[in-house]
């Protein structure tokens, strides 16, 4: 059967959309450590409120973000703006521009979304770590004015090399690996 892009696009919706905040403008984003189930195998993640992809923060030009950081790790956590145009204080890389967030302590992320656009946030703490084990999402920055178009969606991609115990290869890179 010959698909057009837009019933491809709208089927890879279906099983990969995030869903939005419901109130965007003062957002938490707490980072944990859970389990997921992934075609058979028992993954040890880590999540930004419970879910990979963490939650899609979608909010209009000239708003101001108002995001707290809780950390509900046992590790440091920070979260960069990837993209966005945001003061450097609140640029969320360690060393550089804050001190890591400790566990249990928490961080107000505050600025003004200055370009529409389609953006992401991620971990910038171990980053080949949290990163790869699932600490990032969608940040959608909205038009004033949005263009009309029948569906405005969100798709993102995400692949894990993992090794023969099902265990992610940041812990045993001597594995071999296997492909999901
Ligand atoms: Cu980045």
Redesign the pocket.
Known sequence: MQMTRRQALTLMAATVATPALSAPRRITLRPEAVETMVAGHRLPMLAFNGQVPGPEIRLTQGEAAHIRLENGLRDGALV?W?GLRVPNRMDGVNVLTQDVVIPGESFDYRFDVRDAGTYWY?S?YLSYEQVSRGLFGAFIVEERNPPEVDHDITVQLFDMLLGVQSRHLVDRVEDEPIWL
Request: aromatic share 0%; net charge neutral.
């Open positions: 960069h990837h991620h910038h």
